[in-house]
């Protein structure tokens, strides 16, 4: 059943997925909410361009769900909260879990659960709050049969710029890629790497499991798209962007021109020319 719901987030034609990150609300972070200050009106500004997926919390998935008709995103359900990236660690950071989060997505009708596992340079003790969080989510995957997109994400030290920003460190991405594959993600949310061509590296290192490739920080519309098409190359399932869409002045048109590209619809030349 769980190839059932994997279809649903999967282009048929391309067998690539883009999914738009929404959940930055969940992580009491003032600078993520810029772009979603009212989600409603967010979510259905994404749904008019059709990305694949949408990322949400428990507590916003319905406005998505609630939207009528067959042809709207697959839901992803986020299942885990952290306290993470501000720009100093806190002595109480943390990473917690949802309870019952597989049965709750069965409520919701999602397709796929994401939860975090954290590299925080001076956090080791959120790493095994992570690790035990997919241990026990894992399990609850395979009774609802519900896939399990795990995302790890290897930080730069908070003090440069705050959290939530890539190390780039490709031995470091390859390291936890494959950790989360061991500890039975059915999808890999990963890192972009500083040196691009060499991302075929992390494909490899994940064997059949598709990693859809996260964006980070605000990047401009031209090098995201490159490095959006640079990736695919690489062999990259899809992409995961949040804030490079939601902050966007024209989310639903970035959103358009970035899924020609993953579903290989549009060459890159003719998408650079469309940016504006």
Do not use: W
Not at 97 to 114: G, H, S, W, Y
Not at 159 to 182: F, N, P, T, W
């Amino acid at each position: 059943m769980k190839s059932f719901r994997l279809n649903r987030l999967f282009n048929p034609v391309s067998k690539k997925c883009f999914d738009v990150a929404v959940d930055h609300g969940f992580f009491n972070e003032y600078q993520f909410l810029e772009g979603i200050e009212n989600i409603r009106s967010a979510i259905e500004m994404v749904v008019q361009a059709s990305p694949d997926a949408i990322q949400l919390t428990a507590g916003q998935a319905k406005y998505l769900q609630q939207i009528p008709g067959k042809q709207k995103p697959a839901l992803v359900l986020r299942t885990d909260v952290a306290n993470v990236y501000g720009a100093s660690l806190t002595t109480g950071s943390f990473s917690k879990m949802i309870e019952q989060a597989a049965l709750q997505a069965v409520r919701l009708d999602a397709a796929c659960m994401c939860i975090n596992l954290f590299s925080i340079p001076g956090a080791p003790e959120v790493t095994g709050q992570c690790i035990d969080n997919i241990i026990r989510l894992k399990l609850e995957s395979e009774h609802y049969q519900v896939p399990l997109m795990i995302e790890p994400l290897v930080f730069r030290p908070n003090s440069d710029k705050g959290g939530y920003m890539v190390d780039g460190d490709i031995k470091k991405i390859i390291s936890l890629v494959r950790q989360a594959v061991e500890l039975g993600a059915d999808i890999i949310k990963a890192d972009p790497c500083t040196n691009v061509e060499a991302y075929h590296q992390v494909i490899e290192v994940a064997g059949d499991i598709p990693v859809l490739v996260r964006g980070g920080g605000k990047t401009a519309d031209e090098e995201i798209i490159k490095r959006t098409a640079m990736l695919m190359q690489q062999g990259a399932s899809g992409i995961v962007y949040g804030r490079n869409i939601i902050q966007h002045k024209h989310p639903a048109h970035i959103t358009r021109l970035l899924m020609d590209i993953v579903h290989g619809e549009a060459t890159l030349e003719d998408t650079l020319a469309k940016i504006q």
